[in-house]
T-cell receptor
Framework: DAKTTQPPSMDCAEGRAANLPCNHS???????VYWYRQIHSQGPQYIIH???NNETNEMASLIITEDRRSSTLILPHATLRDTAVYYC??????????FGKGTKLSVKP | SAVISQKPSRDICQRGTSLTIQCQVD?????MFWYRQQPGQSLTLIAT?????????ESGFVIDKFPISRPNLTFSTLTVSNMSPEDSSIYLC???????????FGQGTRLTVV
């Protein structure tokens, strides 16, 4: 079973920041947190990952709480093309990922 | 990054038949995986394709139903055997080069069993 908890859906206005939460209370100290997204009918796309520190790349920022029990993915300026299902997961150090149900993000004009 | 090519991209098959899906990567990778995504559902890991040895299957998946080959570090196949309509899904190949880094996915094979 999936080990993370995410809200099933969220809405965001175009141009605003989208903040997607994830709970991963059973994460171990050496397991990374990964975020992927899946745009309709396409293969999942990697977004970002992190261990302890906050991370930022060209797509998003990842904020991990100090106790590592939860994290937030931030899309700073959401566009319509960011409409997708966003998956948070941890572990899978060799690439074997356990997907949960994810959050369906709808970016609206 | 890694460029992954899956073939076929989609197929419609008769029940009772088998389909072999191919996954080709543009460079050598250590880890290759196969996933299934049933309609409206999330992805489920089927197995790890091990080069030179038998695949490692997740709970609920067996070799007789989903035989996997991995003849080298750039290629793998997944066969869906004795298909039934319940096997209608998207099947995806994924690869990972280095531990604790991103995995890359193919675009998937959309299978419909009639």
């Amino acid at each position: 079973d999936a080990k993370t908890t995410q809200p099933p859906s969220m809405d965001c206005a175009e141009g605003r920041a989208a903040n997607l939460p994830c709970n991963h209370s059973t994460i171990s100290g050496n397991e990374y947190v990964y975020w992927y997204r899946q745009i309709h009918s396409q293969g999942p796309q990697y977004i970002i990952h992190g261990l302890k520190n906050n991370e930022t790349n060209e797509m998003a920022s990842l904020i991990i709480t100090e106790d590592r029990r939860s994290s937030t993915l931030i899309l700073p300026h959401a566009t319509l093309r960011d409409t997708a299902v966003y998956y948070c997961m941890y572990g899978g150090s060799q690439g074997n990922l356990i997907f949960g149900k994810g959050t369906k993000l709808s970016v609206k004009p | 990054s890694a460029v992954i090519s899956q073939k076929p991209s989609r197929d419609i098959c008769q029940r009772g038949t088998s389909l072999t899906i191919q996954c080709q990567v543009d460079s050598q990778v250590t880890m290759m995986f196969w996933y299934r995504q049933q309609p409206g559902q999330s992805l489920t890991l089927i197995a790890t394709a091990n080069q030179g040895s038998e695949a490692t299957y997740e709970s609920g998946f067996v070799i007789d139903k989903f035989p996997i080959s991995r003849p080298n570090l750039t290629f793998s196949t997944l066969t869906v055997s004795n298909m039934s309509p319940e096997d209608s899904s998207i099947y995806l190949c994924s690869v990972n080069r280095i531990m604790n880094t991103e995995a890359f996915f193919g675009q998937g094979t959309r299978l419909t069993v009639v």
